[in-house]
């Protein structure tokens, strides 16, 4: 790995928040591909996820993690996005209700804009009428539900339930994410796919838009 991609990683993991987005522009001014810049800021991202688990880090740390992502990202978006953006299809992302976890559905929304896809990013706390009515306005193929929270799991069944309730349920196909989710979940909550993480997330959609 290039110096500029570990810096990259290591000034997420290590909650140096002044150094990620120069990290991120250093690593662009080097030549590093976006999409490996992206990558790293996830893996530097799932470290902090570690060392909160282990009891070094703590709530206020995440909070912090997140603000330095976006920051990094909005370094980063404008040369993910510089492809043919929009074409490949309509997807309604968002975060399920009661639920206001973001980095990583903000990470599957970079990659599927600049793999081509149109997203409308709901954001979070997002409740199964607010994704019907946008699923509708936007005639959107495809709804990716971002989901980290055990208690809330049964969102995803109210968004099924209310997709077929509107008509719309054979028109979309839906997949989870996040890190509560696993395939007997998603079997059980009747969705089409599940993404591990944003990579397998982009496989899926280009599946489901194939
Ligand atoms: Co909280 N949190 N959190 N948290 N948080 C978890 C999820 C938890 C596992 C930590 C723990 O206790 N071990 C735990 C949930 C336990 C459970 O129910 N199973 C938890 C809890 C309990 C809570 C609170 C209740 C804590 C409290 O207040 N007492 C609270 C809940 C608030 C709420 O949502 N109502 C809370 C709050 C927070 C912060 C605000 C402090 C912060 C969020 C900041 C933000 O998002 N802006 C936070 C964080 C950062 C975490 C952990 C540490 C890290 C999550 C993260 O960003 N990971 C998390 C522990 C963990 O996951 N190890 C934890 C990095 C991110 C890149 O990964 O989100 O998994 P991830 O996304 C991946 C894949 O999952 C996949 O692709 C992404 C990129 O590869 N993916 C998708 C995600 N969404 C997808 C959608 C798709 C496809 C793929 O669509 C098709």
């Given at each position: 790995?290039?110096?500029?991609?570990?810096?990259?990683?290591?000034?997420?993991?290590?909650?140096?928040?002044?150094?990620?987005?120069?990290?991120?522009?250093?690593?662009?001014?080097?030549?590093?591909?976006?999409?490996?810049?992206?990558?790293?800021?996830?893996?530097?991202?799932?470290?902090?996820?570690?060392?909160?688990?282990?009891?070094?880090?703590?709530?206020?740390?995440?909070v912090?993690?997140g603000?330095?992502?976006?920051?990094?990202?909005?370094?980063?978006?404008?040369?993910?996005?510089?492809?043919?953006?929009?074409?490949?299809?309509?997807?309604?992302?968002?975060?399920?209700?009661?639920?206001i976890?973001?980095?990583?559905?903000n990470?599957?929304?970079?990659?599927?804009?600049?793999?081509?896809?149109?997203?409308?990013?709901?954001?979070?706390?997002?409740?199964?009428?607010?994704?019907?009515?946008?699923?509708?306005?936007?005639?959107?193929?495809?709804?990716?539900?971002?989901?980290l929270?055990?208690?809330?799991?049964?969102?995803?069944?109210?968004?099924?339930r209310?997709?077929e309730?509107?008509?719309?349920?054979?028109?979309?196909?839906?997949?989870?994410?996040g890190?509560?989710?696993?395939?007997?979940?998603?079997?059980?909550?009747?969705?089409?796919?599940l993404?591990?993480?944003?990579?397998?997330?982009?496989?899926?959609?280009e599946g489901?838009?194939?």
């Amino acid at each position: 790995m290039g110096d500029q991609l570990a810096k990259v990683k290591t000034s997420v993991s290590e909650l140096d928040l002044d150094a990620i987005a120069p990290s991120v522009q250093e690593a662009l001014d080097a030549g590093e591909e976006p999409a490996l810049i992206l990558a790293n800021m996830a893996d530097g991202m799932a470290a902090v996820g570690e060392l909160f688990e282990k009891g070094e880090y703590f709530l206020a740390d995440l909070v912090l993690a997140g603000e330095g992502m976006k920051e990094g990202l909005e370094v980063l978006e404008p040369h993910l996005e510089a492809g043919d953006r929009g074409g490949k299809g309509t997807v309604v992302l968002c975060t399920v209700k009661g639920d206001i976890h973001d980095i990583g559905k903000n990470l599957v929304a970079t990659m599927l804009s600049s793999a081509g896809y149109t997203v409308i990013d709901l954001g979070t706390d997002v409740s199964e009428d607010e994704i019907v009515g946008a699923v509708r306005a936007n005639n959107a193929g495809a709804v990716g539900l971002s989901v980290l929270l055990t208690p809330m799991v049964d969102s995803i069944s109210d968004v099924v339930r209310a997709l077929e309730s509107a008509g719309l349920r054979d028109k979309v196909k839906i997949a989870i994410g996040g890190a509560c989710t696993t395939q007997e979940l998603a079997d059980r909550m009747g969705v089409d796919a599940l993404g591990r993480d944003a990579v397998e997330a982009i496989r899926i959609f280009e599946g489901f838009f194939a």
